[in-house]
């Protein structure tokens, strides 16, 4: 998805005055990426490839193809190519669509010059995630396996233990279906080194934390053999590693800082009084007395990232050589809950990130009208669990059960997910058994507030008016406050069939404290289908314009009406 960052070097060829505007429209926005010149496009086009994470090339199709075709090698090492016509209306992903982030680059592009991104990978085509997609390290037949889930053949997923992966279609079974002597396609999700056939793809989770303890100098090198050969006794794949863990005392030693770096991982580390509290099989009053913990390698694999060892198992025990010393442990899985914001309505205000929380969960749970406007958006196979209003309660405590048993989650709210939303009420049943991811929306009073100019330029405070789960005393008593310190104030759930008059009561309280000619926004569906913005004043407003689906923006005594648009100063130019 485009909320990747794009790569690290990006080599730009270009062959025309047309394409070189394009490629500056690109430099401009990312500095990373250059221009690449050449004696001929061809040796641009060579240089770029062998020299860049990623190459952007303002040329035909099948010229790139032609000039490229003989060094292909290895897709999992190559630079992903992006091809833009001279009139920059398509940016084709042309190769490392995913392994090399060029489906991610084209959307980029396509961003940077409104060029329409061309997606060709079939899965991407059809919504069904690629294998080489979900994050984890994917080994073995994944061009086969992935033709299979497309042509809806059977694959049967194999796991060690339930761990949150995306929807996957009806004919990825977790049961056999073979019948006769067909030979199904498998999907297996295990650490543990596996024999490989032409029909298995192997997905790698990240389940495995290597504890390392060293003496000091000790050479990398001799830590890197030491954890292969350990890795490998014990029939364990290094592509399930998470992370290296050790002690603070250790989080400068070059030799295991390397290490990380060469395998891809990173490097956490524990104070000696944690590990000190965890109880392992062989602790070493020698190891108590030069770091003050009777275990480095056994205690950090055990605490691994999170400070959790009751979650892991202790697979292998210390390992030694001369300097450095080896343990691994399995961490178990855990459910995963993203908290996503939808924004106020509009398609192109819900962020990237958004996009991808709900595609990468296998359930989807949400307000009713909410799911509506993303099931586009879902994978198929996603299971979605919708209710009506005033089901808070039932829809968060729903999210935290699936995430709970081991699934992929998103829970979905208009806005931001934070801000009078489902956030608050799912992390109340949430505990430690649960990785929550939050991903931020644009509110709806940031949305009112683009419509009406700027009347958030200096503080304000968000109220609901809503007495259903607040009583009307306390909403009284911090309307109050803020008209005695004169903030912007913003009113959400401003006005029902059923409260009629609190919206009223609460702008005499604050036309108590700021001039009758200051400024009140209203807004109705903002961004969406229907939407209306209405200007007046603390003494013209009529309440009757608003309801459930409009925020109230009323002014501080500073706020202005400029050109018909609401400014707050951020300063205090304006008073001198």
């Known amino acids: 998805m485009n909320d990747q960052n794009p790569p690290a070097r990006i080599g730009l060829v270009a062959a025309t005055a047309a394409g070189r505007r394009h490629a500056h429209t690109v430099t401009a926005a990312w500095p990373h990426a250059r221009l690449i010149e050449g004696e001929t496009v061809a040796d641009a086009l060579r240089s770029a490839w062998a020299g860049c994470d990623a190459v952007v090339a303002f040329l035909a199709t099948g010229a790139v193809v032609r000039i490229l075709a003989p060094l292909l090698t290895d897709k999992r090492s190559e630079p992903a190519v992006v091809v833009v016509d001279e009139a920059a209306r398509h940016a084709v992903a042309l190769l490392g669509g995913h392994a090399g982030g060029g489906n991610d680059l084209a959307e980029q592009v396509g961003a940077l010059l409104d060029a329409r991104p061309v997606i060709t990978t079939a899965t991407d085509a059809v919504g069904l995630p690629g294998l080489d997609t979900l994050g984890w390290p994917v080994q073995g037949a994944v061009a086969a396996v992935s033709r299979a889930i497309l042509d809806g053949e059977p694959v049967h997923l194999i796991a060690d233990a339930q761990w949150p992966l995306p929807a996957l279609p009806p004919n990825v079974h977790t049961k056999s279906t073979d019948t006769g002597n067909t030979v199904a396609y498998r999907l297996l999700v295990t650490d543990r080194v596996v024999p490989l056939d032409d029909r298995t793809a192997v997905l790698r989770p990240p389940s495995l934390v290597a504890g390392v303890g060293a003496s000091r100098g000790v050479p990398a090198a001799e830590v890197i053999e030491l954890l292969h050969r350990v890795l490998a ?344």
């Not at 405590?397 to 979905?412: D, F, N």
């Open 233 to 576: 006794e014990a029939g364990l794949s290094p592509a399930s590693l998470r992370c290296l863990a050790s002690a603070d005392v250790k989080a400068d030693e070059a030799g295991i800082l390397s290490t990380a770096d060469a395998i891809g991982v990173p490097l956490v580390t524990w104070p000696a009084t944690r590990l000190a509290a965890v109880d392992v099989p062989h602790p070493s009053e020698v190891v108590r007395a030069a770091v003050g913990t009777p275990s480095v390698a056994e205690a950090a694999a055990l605490l691994g990232p999170a400070g959790r060892p009751g979650d892991a198992t202790l697979l292998v025990g210390k390992t030694a050589t001369a300097m450095a010393t080896v343990a691994v442990a399995r961490h178990a899985p855990r459910g995963r809950l993203a908290v996503v914001g939808l924004g106020p309505g509009a398609a192109d205000l819900r962020t990237p990130r958004a996009v991808a929380e709900l595609r990468r969960a296998a359930v989807v749970v949400g307000l009713d009208q909410y799911l509506d406007q993303v099931r586009d958006l879902l994978r198929p196979g996603t299971r979605v669990l919708s209710s009506g209003l005033g089901a808070e309660q039932a829809r968060a405590r729903a999210a935290v059960a699936e995430a709970t048993a081991g699934r992929a989650v998103a829970l979905i709210g208009s806005g931001d997910a934070g801000v009078y939303a489902m956030a608050s009420p799912a992390l109340e049943y949430a505990d430690e058994r649960i990785d929550v991811v939050g991903v931020p929306g644009v509110t709806a009073a940031l949305a009112a507030g683009a419509l009406l100019g700027a009347p958030l330029g200096h503080d304000h405070a968000y109220l609901s008016l809503s007495d259903l789960h607040t009583p009307w005393e306390v909403i009284e008593r911090r309307v109050t406050a803020a008209a005695e310190g004169d903030f912007v104030t913003l009113f959400y759930n401003p006005r029902s069939r059923a409260r009629d008059w609190q919206l009223g009561k609460s702008l005499g309280i604050l036309a108590a404290h700021r001039p009758p000619d200051t400024p009140v926004g209203v807004v109705r569906n903002a961004s969406r289908p229907g939407e209306r913005v209405h200007l007046a004043t603390l003494a013209t407003l009529d309440p009757a314009v608003v309801d459930m689906y409009s925020v109230v923006v009323v002014g501080s005594s500073d706020t202005r009406l400029i050109a018909g648009r609401m400014v707050t100063p951020r300063g205090y130019r304006w008073r001198s």
